[in-house]
């Protein structure tokens, strides 16, 4: 049985034929149905507009689940259920005429989640035409990022929504924010003495997050050019990931609660001035280069490429925050595009003991290490020193993990994945997990300050060649404390 009370709504997806909502969201609705998490009245709305396609949208839609669904977990009962809730209507977002048929759908009783998988630029119009059709009053609205692409479009856009819906039913979608292991960070932070009671500046040296992405482009050239690996992808998910590191505990688990702790930790980043940028931050675009032994083209050089373009396909960054608890630890971000391997984790470096008693030839294993793994394995591992086994190896020490490992631990459970998650709460009407307007404006904020260095300094990415780490100055970035990144090969 769930432990989660199942509520009725209709789910209408505003662009239900594009690539997040064929690849991400309806494979998550339909494990979700697999999983009896929607309620037997709940329908789902696949909005498109008509486009001429030769495949019937619904056909499209099944062939799509199909691809999407691994094999094992295709149950053709469940997919007959899940087929009963789902209609197609045929609307153009930004014609008020259309809504009429929407909401003779709906009804005057559920609750309507609308997930705008869609541009940015027609939010404000679908929250229109939505207002004008009667539904606004028991709409809950889900923005898909980015939402705008510097502080001040993305204040435009969450005002043009706010003029038809309180910020209580805006839920602005980062999906990082519904992955296991991050969920496991409240509990992992603030159940656990152990390490609640060291979570500080006394005890930590030093924080890594990476996010590291074994993909180019893949087809998403016209977005990401303007867009950059530090829009894309820092001011969302490397951002979120340091604010539920760093931010203070929290009064309760009520969303608020725990926004407004984030909130303070973005505040309190330090701004990376236009002359600090050289030994901060690093930018990088790849070149040609191998994955997995195949050759592949540079960022210049892919379809549809601008080969003057100077978007930056890798970031790395130092980023210390200006409070009591982390005063003097710095933050070490990168995350990049054509890496090595996907691979996000999270690595807490604990300080060494004060006093040394071991061999002066191991003082470089003193050291412990919390390691998260987001991505692909997810779990947990607490780096430990022991003595090595045997009768002559005295008081030889080794390195071992404490280790939990999600697939293998919950050996009986799927891991879901994050959309599912995000998606169940918000037709539970739980904002937990999304993020407020202050957060997307604190973030942006900061970026800004570096898109505009950027732009004042005129420095050109650095190349790093595909399959490699990023480039040689990420290193020399951390190098230049005396570190390295943790786990490269």
Known sequence: ?????????????????????????????????????????????????????????????????????????????????????????????????????????????KTLVAYFATAASVFGGICENLAAAGLAERTRVVLEKPIGHDLESSRAVNDAVARFFPENRIYRIDHYLGKETVQ???????????????WNQNHISHVEITVAEKVGIEGRWGYFDKAGQLRDMVQNHLLQLLCLIAMDPPADLTADSIRDEK????????????????????????????IDGKAVPGYLSEENANPNSDAETFVALRVDIRNWRWSGVPFYLRTGKRMPQKHSQIVIHF???????????????????????????????????????????????????????????????????????????????????????????????????LIDGWGRLGEEPKPYPAGSWGPQASVALIARDGRDWYGDL
């Open 263 to 290: 909130v303070k930790v973005l505040r309190a980043l330090e701004p990376i001035a236009p002359e600090q940028l050289a030994t901060r931050v690093v930018r990088g675009q790849y070149t040609a280069g191998y």
């Open 1 to 109: 049985m769930p432990e989660v009370r199942v509520l009725p709504c209709t789910l209408a997806l505003f662009g239900a034929l594009g690539d997040l909502a064929l690849r991400k969201l309806l494979p998550a609705l339909y494990q979700l149905d697999r999983e009896d998490l929607l309620h037997r009245d709940t329908r789902i709305l696949a909005l498109a507009r008509d486009d001429g396609a030769s495949e019937e949208p619904l056909a499209t839609i099944e062939r799509r689940l199909r691809q999407a669904v691994p094999a094992k977990e295709w149950d053709e009962a469940v997919w007959a259920r899940f087929q009963s809730r789902l209609y197609h209507l045929s609307m153009d977002f930004l014609d008020a005429g259309s809504y009429q048929a929407l909401a003779e759908l709906v009804g005057e009783e």
């Open 351 to 449: 300080k060494e003991p004060p006093h040394y008693i071991f061999a002066p030839e191991q003082r470089s294993l003193i050291s412990n290490r919390l390691i998260i793994r987001l991505q692909p394995d997810e779990g947990i591992a607490l780096q430990v020193m022991t003595k090595d086994q045997g009768l002559g190896k005295g008081m030889q020490l080794r390195t071992g993990p404490l280790q939990l490992n999600f697939s293998e631990t919950f050996q009986t459970a799927r891991t879901p994945d994050a959309y599912e998650r995000l998606l169940l709460e918000v037709t539970q009407g739980n904002q937990n997990l999304f993020v407020r307007k202050d957060e997307i404006e604190a973030a942006w904020k900061w970026c800004d300050g």
């Open 184 to 198: 496991n960070l409240i509990a992992l932070r603030f159940a656990n003495s152990l390490f609640e009671t060291q």
